[in-house]
């Protein structure tokens, strides 16, 4: 008669990050909010200079605009938003009205609330994440491979600055940011205190990606 137990398969992720992966699943954002459609609320700016400031919160914040050129030069658009506290950036969705213009598009992201680089380039390393997207990465989050260096998971609470555009014909895009409640609530000390740091790293090697993709120069 055997005496074994029951057999038990250990699990590669296990304890706090197990519980806050598992928080995520269970506690997903809420539904999408259209926060700017440039067919309903006019063109982004076209100065990095005072981008055109967009509510967010938690949640889905999807983002429809037209960049290209339609003749008249290239409509790059620049755009701000805030992460509120207790909350972070986790994803950032192409959406499937994306339609690029030749091969890519380009979007890059500046902390701080205004897109200061030029179109040329000129102050670059300012970026925290730049890079192209196509249309075969439609519902895919560009995140991972737009990120400098190391990407953390996510991109922390604060002021952020995008700049998106296609020096070619017409591109369209939709963007979804995916602002996440960090898991106070959750946090294995059972209190509703502030996360503590171990706890907000493993939440962002949860969140992390595998993929990494070559970081490409800001233009497209
Ligand atoms: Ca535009």
Redesign the pocket.
Known sequence: MSTAGPRMTRCAVTGPVAALLLWTILTGPAAAATVWD?ALNG??SNNGLSPTPVAMASGHNVVL???GNQGAGV?R?YFTFTVPAGNALTSLTLLPNTSVSGAVSFIAIQPGPQLTVTPTGGGVEKLIALGHYGNDQIGTDLLPSIAVGTYPGSLAAGTYSVWVQDTGGIATYGFDFVLTPLPAAAAPTGTDGPVPPWAAGALAAALSAVAWRRLRPPAD
């Open positions: 440039e063109d982004l605009g037209t960049t409509d658009d």
